[in-house]
């Protein structure tokens, strides 16, 4: 799928409700926020880290983005082998839970099967009301590079 995002630091629910506020403007539907954490938390200092976040575009709204394009990054996301779970979504404070149960578990994953630490994607499902967390495991991957390397 297709993420309508822009960079913001830090991460804040207002980034996504601009997106998602545009969207709806120009007559797009998505109950799918998401987020991208460019940078390693560990290594970083709080108000440098980078975020990109947005909504998923739905399938229906492939014809307009040209238009969104204009004024907000569109990448697409094709699927790769990732390792993946979910955390409920009743509040923000979830997100903050999420971050401390979820990465966590994804680091040893990724530490125990000899993978490089990559970018975690979060989509947050509004009608499900869940987060979903994605951490690709294909050698290169690498979100940064797909925000500001061009590709």
């Not at 799918?32 to 229906?60: F, M, N, Q, T, Y």
Request: aromatic content about 10%.
């Amino acid at each position: 799928g297709h993420l309508v995002a822009r960079e913001h630091r830090p991460l804040a629910g207002v980034v996504l409700d601009e997106v998602y506020k545009y969207l709806k403007g120009i007559g797009v539907e998505s109950d799918l926020g998401a987020a991208i954490l460019l940078d390693d938390p560990r290594k970083v200092k709080k108000e440098d880290l980078r975020w990109v976040g947005g909504c998923v575009l739905p399938d229906s709204a492939k014809g307009k983005i040209k238009v969104i394009r204009k004024k907000y990054m569109v990448k697409e996301f094709k699927p790769v082998k990732s390792a993946m779970t979910t955390f409920p979504f009743k509040n923000r404070l979830n997100l903050v839970a999420g971050i401390m149960k979820v990465y966590p578990a994804l680091g040893a994953y990724a530490s125990r099967n000899n993978l490089k630490p990559a970018a975690v994607l979060e989509i947050y499902d509004m009608k499900g009301r869940q987060i979903i967390y994605i951490l690709p495991v294909v050698k290169g991957w690498d979100a940064a590079k797909m925000y500001y390397g061009g590709k």
